[in-house]
């Protein structure tokens, strides 16, 4: 527990204090370049270039084993990852406008053969530096234990340029994630941004790979992305979100790391983004599970209470079951007839009911179908707008309907 | 070199031939209802699944494994399915999250787990152990005839005979459904086929074709075979007969040339140690679809741009 709360507040070792810097910077441009993708409904994409970094990283290697360097330079093989990743996207980019494939055929594609070509890679290396430790299998699920103070620092500073490339182009990214039609009618070159963004995926995942792994960085594009949904509709507001959740998770999940050794940084990280995940998929206010759910109950009733009261109202008998329970929980309704409490209500409904008929009169070409006998009116018209319904309503020209 | 070709070579040749069928025939249909990322999701979550099933039982043996990744792979179909509707997010962004969370908790329960006595690893579910699977007993030609010897076959063999006929029989037995969902779910309905019935059918038997092929050749075969030769064949026709007879002729040049190349190659150039097949059988179907993209007789729509 004591080297928890170190880990947590930065005191347990320079290195410690720096991976947590490093995976809280790394969450924050994750979470947010994940947006724009979750956005441009591209989320695999960063799956395909994950998988695609490994063959860079084994040539990479090779090439500086040949050059007479000792091969594990950070630099070095973070440069040859972000080559085959590119090569990757652009066959992903060339294979559907070339030919008749979709893109998740594409995607699949170059995920299973680059793979395959890294750990054919991998296991020539195995070979060729007999006794001696490559460590590279540390690029598949990342690792901090083995962590050099340059792979650290790269990660951390790595991190904050991410940030910085996302702040800058937020504004073309935003545009172009949320409406390419406009975008492309504002004079902005939608392959280009879209090229960019991938960019800063690309750079992300690059990144990343020493601190989580190339199998798992996809989950740290996507997933806060997806979280952060749950919060806003709107786009920057859920970027920002996104960015705080990815950040929270590197954080919780670099501290757990770092007091029990036996947790492995780029999983926890993960599933400390699954729990952020699960949570708002029930919790949230607006669109989660719980309130969905809720809200779906309230419209439901309101529906029933309005019918069943108008259909007594008529003088005729309400044939739902649940209606009358409603009304009759309520106090609306005895066997008799309406009590008072539904009485006052019925008048309420019917100047509704007549402001509603009467509105779909003064405004014919307004689609209101949709809160028609679910809402009051006041919520789906302007004061203004309300205000001609119910001159409307009292010139002679409408008729409204009464009930004794 | 007959004898030394089929102690060590013939069986893994045939393992990868036949899980590189059994991925690429359902891996059609995928394609075509672009579900191709459902194989990727499934390759994925094999590795909780085998963990978990470890744990339960204590030992590395197949049965449980198998069971316990056909599990897991069908608790990750039903949560991808849950959150897209719960949560109403479109199905690329629901599998990235289901898979990745899976996959992460099973690497960290396998990091909690003491399996160092036993052969049990995050490579070894990657890489799968095809160069292992070997036939020590054969004597030449003459073994394939021999029954006391055909019994030392290793029963990665049998079981994956099995499965593929097994897939092979359901497509050939419901093809005329297959193709009908997978062209017009409309018009299934109307003539009372359940579509949902078939697809869910599909997604169990892309499970099955991973799960048996993953145990002999590991996740990444299983992501290639199940979307590059299919996607090959493809572009060779508009049938879907044809197609799926194509796809399987990739499949089988994948396996084959795969292994002779990750066997043979380094020594033709002066290295002793081979390199991992599966990865290289990867690499050749990447090979053949590329050919494809580019010379494929069907490889544009209609009326597709040309640059």
């Not at chain 1, 234990?145 to 340029?161: E, P, S």
């Not at chain 2, 048996?212 to 199940?226: C, D, L, Q, R, T």
């Amino acid at each position: 527990m004591n080297t928890f709360v170190q880990a947590m507040l930065f005191q347990a070792g320079y290195n410690v204090a720096l991976v947590t810097v490093g995976a809280i910077l790394l969450g924050i441009a994750a979470g947010s370049a994940g947006t724009f993708l979750f956005l441009r409904k591209r989320a695999l994409v960063s799956d395909a270039i994950a998988h695609a970094t490994l063959p860079g990283i084994g040539v990479a290697f090779i090439i500086m084993i040949w050059l007479g360097g000792d091969g594990r330079s950070i630099l070095g093989l973070l440069f040859g990852s972000a080559i085959t990743a590119l090569i990757g996207l652009f066959i992903i980019e060339w294979i559907p406008r070339r030919t008749r494939l979709p893109e998740d055929a594409a995607i699949g594609s170059v995920l299973g053969v680059f793979f395959g070509a890294g750990i054919v890679l991998l296991t020539v290396i195995q070979t060729m530096s007999s006794g001696r430790q490559a460590g590279l299998e540390s690029f598949l699920l990342g690792s901090t234990a083995g962590m050099l103070f340059q792979d650290a620092i790269v990660i951390a500073i790595g991190g904050f340029f991410s940030i910085l490339g996302i702040w800058i182009a937020r504004r073309p990214l935003t545009i172009v994630s949320f409406d390419k039609d406009y975008a492309i009618s504002v004079g902005y070159d939608v392959r280009q941004i879209d090229l960019l963004m991938m960019g800063l995926v690309l750079g992300v995942t690059v990144i990343g790979m020493k601190l989580v792994g190339l199998i798992l960085i996809v989950a740290m594009l996507i997933i806060p992305a997806v979280t952060a949904r749950f919060w806003s509709n709107r786009m920057d507001e859920v970027v920002v979100i996104a960015g705080f959740l990815g950040g929270l998770s590197g954080y919780i999940g670099a501290v757990l790391s770092a007091s029990a050794p036996s947790l492995p940084t780029g999983p926890i990280i993960v599933m400390i983004a699954i729990v952020l995940f699960v949570l708002s998929l029930f919790l949230a206010p607006n669109s989660g599970v719980f309130s969905t759910f809720i809200e779906r109950r309230k419209t439901k009733s309101n529906i029933h209470r309005r019918q069943g009261l108008l259909t007594i109202a008529k003088g005729e008998n309400v044939v739902s079951s649940f209606t009358r329970k409603l009304l009759a929980n309520e106090g609306l309704s005895r066997t008799d007839g309406l009590t008072d409490k539904g009485k006052k209500l019925v008048t309420k409904i019917l100047i509704d009911e007549n402001r509603w008929i009467a509105a779909k009169e003064v405004y014919p070409d307004k689609d209101m179908n949709i809160n028609y006998g679910i809402k009051l009116i006041e919520e789906t018209l302007t004061k203004d707008e309300l205000l001609k319904v119910d001159q409307y309503i009292k010139s002679h020209k409408f008729k409204s309907i009464t009930y004794d | 070199m007959i004898n030394e070709f089929i102690q060590f070579s013939l069986t893994p040749i045939l393992i990868g031939i036949l899980a590189g069928i059994s991925c690429a025939v359902p891996g059609n249909f995928l394609i075509l209802k672009r579900q191709a990322l459902i194989g990727d999701a499934i390759s994925h979550v094999v590795l909780p699944g085998i963990v978990v099933a470890f744990i339960f039982t204590g030992v590395i043996s197949t049965m449980p494994m198998l069971l316990g990744a056909a599990g897991a792979a069908l608790v990750a179909v039903i949560l991808i399915e849950i959150i897209k509707r719960l949560g109403k997010i479109e199905p690329g962004a629901a599998m990235g999250v289901v898979f990745t969370g899976m996959f992460a908790l099973g690497v960290l329960i396998l990091e909690q787990t003491d399996t160092s006595k036993v052969h049990l690893d995050v490579e070894h579910a990657l890489m799968g152990n095809l160069e292992s699977l070997i036939w020590l007993k054969a004597q030449g030609w003459q073994s394939l005839f021999d029954l006391d010897v055909l019994k030392t076959l290793p029963d990665e063999l049998f079981r994956i005979i099995f499965v593929c006929g097994f897939i092979l029989s359901l497509t050939v037995i419901f093809w005329r459904w297959l193709k009908i969902v997978t062209f017009d779910e409309e018009y299934a309905r109307t003539i009372g086929i359940h579509s949902s019935i078939i697809n869910f059918s599909l997604v169990i038997i892309t499970a099955i074709a991973a799960v048996a092929a993953f145990e002999s050749v590991g996740s990444i075969i299983v992501i290639a075979m199940f979307i590059c030769p299919p996607a090959a064949a493809r572009l060779m026709t508009n049938k879907l007969g044809i197609q799926v007879i194509w796809s399987i002729v990739f499949a089988i040049l994948a396996a084959i040339f795969g292994y002779i190349i990750a066997g043979y190659g380094p020594l033709w150039f002066g290295s002793e140690n081979s390199v991992s097949a599966a990865g290289m059988i990867a690499v050749v179907s990447g090979i053949i679809l590329l050919l494809t993209c580019m010379y494929g007789p069907c490889r544009e729509s209609v009326g597709q741009k040309k640059d």
